[in-house]
């Protein structure tokens, strides 16, 4: 499952080059900052990415709709189904990313101006249950469509019942989706040329943290 999600990090992507933070900043700006770059990329709330100024609602909201779009996409192709099913996963991965846990805690000052931030956050224990669910109810269709060959699906329909099938038991599974006990992870806010920017490795490792991506 990890090959699904080692480009989840594109959620952030357009909103780190154009959300950048001047450099007189201080610790709750900072920790406001990285909150409010969180919140627009994960849960589509602008709040805080307009009370700072990092842009419009509007702005927020195209930055989340465009890395929807890439995701979903990025998504569809790593479990082989076509972009005609993007739009049956959309909602389910929307709601995946809106049900992520963390916590911005403190920011801390550096020596050389740069911060670092603590986040706290719970790792979603989505795939693994989300994987066996499938794998469960795909056997028992297949072992029906073996009964009963004359009345199976075409070769057509039964790919398009596996794959919506991993739609369905990812819904499943996030409808009462269980979490790992709370972890924390440093976050870079990194200064140059007087413009705050989170470390981008720093948000990778967080983003591949918070899913069950082992």
Known sequence: MKKIWNKIRILLVGILALAVLGGCSTDTSVKTYLQALLDASYKNDSTAFVKMKLGTEEDAQALYER??????????????????????FRAAYMDLLSKVRYTVDEASKQSD???????????MNIFKPALELHQNNVAAMTEEWAKAPESA???EDMVKQVILEFKNSMETVLADVQYSEPQTMNIRIELADNIYTPNADDIAALETALFDVE
């Open 67 to 88: 890395g929807i779009d890439t995701g979903v996409s990025t998504f569809c192709g790593r479990i082989g189904a076509s972009d005609d099913y993007k739009e049956e």
């Open 113 to 123: 101006g740069s911060y670092i931030v603590t986040v706290s956050y719970e790792k």
């Open 153 to 155: 699906p075409s070769k």
